[in-house]
């Protein structure tokens, strides 16, 4: 027989984690499903740390977004006890007239967000450990900083747990059996009947819902730890650096933390191999390694040792902004991709959001542009 619920979260991952999290504060029977145990480093949601940041040079519409995500994560923190956010400040980086930067400072002029514009000698002047050429400014917000993703993740679930939310864990969903007023879910350990499916299922969303043919691709990444061989007294601080994005050539972005105890953590903005959660190689290549190394060389005042690295999933969209909206052919299945490489900031709201959603509630906040319609 099958057990029932009003609502299934299928993907515990950053927004799956988070929408049972909210879920389980609603009263309704909810179970959340994943085929690993979260968190994991199997899909897009691992790896130390993920940038949170408000003057969003991508596009000023996810500004009020990320305030009440924001939000969230203050209360998921005070929930748990545990924390989630390290405010280190954030940086864009590049050309006066790169992207990032045009589009930061669009950002915070169109949503009053504070920062400061600064040029190549004081970057360098406040950041000995960056390395600006001669052209390049910085727009700094003082909000932006540091999610932990790994915990963020096991707060949402063990919350959850909390507020009895059954949790279903080392358990692949096989197939999604859709009928008219429900949704059967077969997994490779049972049956279950839920009257409102959430499916946040990350790189593997379009093998689970193959329809609506949504046009996600998959992209492999590579995350880097460097530390800095020089143990000089006057070697450039690396733990009190902000968070960066760097546009060091038009369209070309590296990305980075400061040193939390294992050296700088940089990787590529996009500019990975297309690849599929099933012919992911986790290996990282020597070139690889080399190139980067390169590259900190080029932009940071610090003799690069690589200390390790790994790999991660980007799912984009062909714009790059989410896919938040109900199933086109079937309304109580709600389908979740906010990722396109800058999603995990947002869990917090999203999961709210789609909380929201499965219980028929109009989401506070404005989705219209994550509308699956738009392809
Ligand atoms: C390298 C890297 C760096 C990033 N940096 C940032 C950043 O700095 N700031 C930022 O905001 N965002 C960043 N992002 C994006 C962000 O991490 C993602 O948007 C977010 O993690 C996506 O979460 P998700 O819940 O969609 O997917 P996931 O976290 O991958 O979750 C999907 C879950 O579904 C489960 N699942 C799939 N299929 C099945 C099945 N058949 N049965 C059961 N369970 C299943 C999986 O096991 C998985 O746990 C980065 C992403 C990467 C990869």
Same mark, same amino acid.
């Given at each position: 027989m099958s057990q029932t619920f009003d609502v299934i979260?299928?993907?515990l991952g950053a927004a799956g984690s988070s929408a049972l999290y909210h879920l389980s504060k609603t009263g309704k029977k909810v179970c959340g499903i994943d085929q690993f145990s979260p968190p994991h480093t199997f899909g897009s949601s691992h790896g130390q740390s993920r940038i949170i940041r408000q003057a969003y040079h991508e596009n000023p519409k996810y500004v009020p977004l990320v305030k009440q995500a924001y939000d969230y994560w203050a209360e998921l923190e005070k929930e748990s006890g545990r924390q989630l956010f390290k405010q280190?400040?954030?940086?864009?980086? #590049?050309?006066? /007239?790169?992207?990032?930067?045009? #589009? !930061?400072?669009? &950002?915070?002029?169109?949503? @009053?967000?504070p920062y400061e514009y600064l040029d190549s000698h004081t970057i360098n002047q406040r950041y000995p450990a960056f390395k600006p050429g001669e052209a390049t400014v910085g727009i700094l917000e003082k909000t932006a900083g540091i999610l932990f993703p790994e915990d963020c993740i096991e707060a949402n679930l063990n919350l959850a747990a909390k507020n009895q939310a059954?949790?279903?864990?080392?358990?692949?969903?096989? &197939?999604? @059996? +859709?009928?008219?007023? &429900?949704?059967?879910?077969?997994? !490779?350990? #049972?049956?279950?009947?839920? /009257?409102?499916?959430?499916?946040?299922?990350?790189?593997?969303?379009?093998?689970?819902? +193959?329809?609506?043919h949504l046009p996600l691709t998959v992209e492999r990444q590579v995350l880097y730890w460097f530390k800095n061989s020089d143990s000089s007294p006057s070697r450039p601080v690396l733990n009190e650096l902000p968070v960066y994005i760097w546009e060091y050539t038009p369209g070309k972005i590296f990305y980075g933390f400061p040193d939390l105890g294992d050296g700088i953590k940089v990787a590529h903005h996009h500019a990975g191999e297309p690849?599929?959660? =099933?012919?992911?190689?986790?290996?990282?290549?020597?070139?690889?390694?080399?190139?980067m190394s390169e590259v900190i060389g080029r932009y940071f005042n610090i003799n690069p040792v690589f200390n390790y690295a790994t790999t991660c999933m980007?799912? @984009?969209? +062909?714009?790059?902004?989410?896919?938040? /909206?109900?199933?086109? @052919?079937?309304? =109580?299945?709600?389908?979740?991709?906010?990722?396109?490489?800058?999603?995990?900031?947002? !869990? &917090?709201?999203t999961g709210k959001i789609l909380s929201d959603m499965a219980l028929d509630k109009k989401p506070e906040a404005d989705i219209s542009m994550f509308s699956i319609h738009r392809f």
């Open positions: 979260v299928l993907g280190t400040g954030g940086i864009m980086l #590049g050309h006066r /007239d790169a992207g990032v930067v045009k #589009g !930061a400072e669009l &950002s915070a002029q169109t949503h @009053n967000i059954e949790i279903r864990l080392n358990e692949k969903v096989i &197939s999604i @059996n +859709p009928h008219e007023h &429900s949704v059967e879910i077969v997994t !490779a350990k #049972g049956r279950y009947t839920t /009257d409102k499916l959430v499916v946040s299922a990350g790189a593997w969303l379009t093998e689970l819902l +193959p329809e609506p690849t599929t959660p =099933h012919t992911l190689t986790k290996q990282v290549r020597e070139d690889e390694v080399q190139a980007y799912t @984009n969209t +062909p714009d790059e902004n989410f896919i938040i /909206d109900h199933h086109p @052919n079937y309304k =109580h299945i709600i389908v979740a991709s906010p990722c396109s490489g800058h999603g995990f900031k947002f !869990a &917090s709201v």
